[in-house]
């Protein structure tokens, strides 16, 4: 299948992406080059990504995009990278013939929620949602692990730190909130790649872990 997907060189993209790549055709669009050897990419600011899409023949779209109020400067920047910039991917995306979206989300996502951040993303997702995918595959990790290098902030690393405990305390409904590793996101990412059925389906850390298994 011919995959396009933003968001590569982020922490669970580029994990993601080599996975992609030794069984797909794909296509990667970014800011800035990936470095994913045998693919396609395409770099361009992020209001020129969909008009990347036009002429393009796609099955499935991968967001993997997202950012962080500091990167960012202000709400505003957030807003352009975590919504307004894959809402447009997926718009051109399914424009060029995507039958399936898979996006990475929050846990805690939802339009409504008082927190900033969270309600961004809820609105990310329902914006997907309405687009009218075939399917929508919704990622919502917990706490992330892995190496983000030098770009990591401070809560981050302290939850990282205490994951191993928190994650014994974290049970029955409240898994969802644990630590999971950015590798096993990206496998079950992988393994949904081109799933039949059709809906929104909203993935949390149980389920990434059995579809990583």
Do not use: C
């Not at 505003?76 to 894959?86: H, K, Q, Y």
Request: aromatic share 4%; glycine share 12%; proline share 3%.
């Amino acid at each position: 299948m011919r995959v396009a997907m933003i968001g590569a060189t982020g922490l669970i993209g580029r994990a993601l992406a080599p996975r992609l790549a030794a069984t797909h055709e794909l296509l990667l669009i970014g800011r800035r080059p990936a470095g994913v050897r045998g693919v396609e990419e395409q770099v361009a600011p992020l209001d020129e990504w969909p008009a990347l899409l036009a002429g393009e023949k796609i099955d499935i779209a991968i967001s993997t995009l997202g950012t962080t109020i500091r990167q960012a400067g202000s709400w505003n920047a957030f807003r352009a990278v975590d919504v307004t910039a894959v809402f447009g991917f997926a718009e051109a995306a399914l424009a060029a013939g995507a039958r399936q979206m898979l996006s990475v989300s929050s846990v805690g996502a939802n339009a409504s929620a008082r927190n900033r951040y969270l309600a961004m993303k809820g609105a990310a997702e329902d914006g997907l949602a309405a687009l009218g995918f075939e399917r929508l595959d919704i990622v919502r990790p917990g706490l992330l692990r892995g190496d983000r290098g030098g770009d990591r902030r401070l809560g981050e690393r302290i939850g990282s730190a205490i994951s191993p405990v928190a994650n014994l305390l974290l049970r029955g409904p409240l898994d969802r909130f644990a630590a999971i590793d950015a590798e096993r996101v990206a496998a079950a990412m992988a393994a949904l790649v081109g799933a039949q059925g059709e809906g929104r389906r909203v993935h949390f850390n149980r389920d990434l872990k059995m579809l990583a298994a």
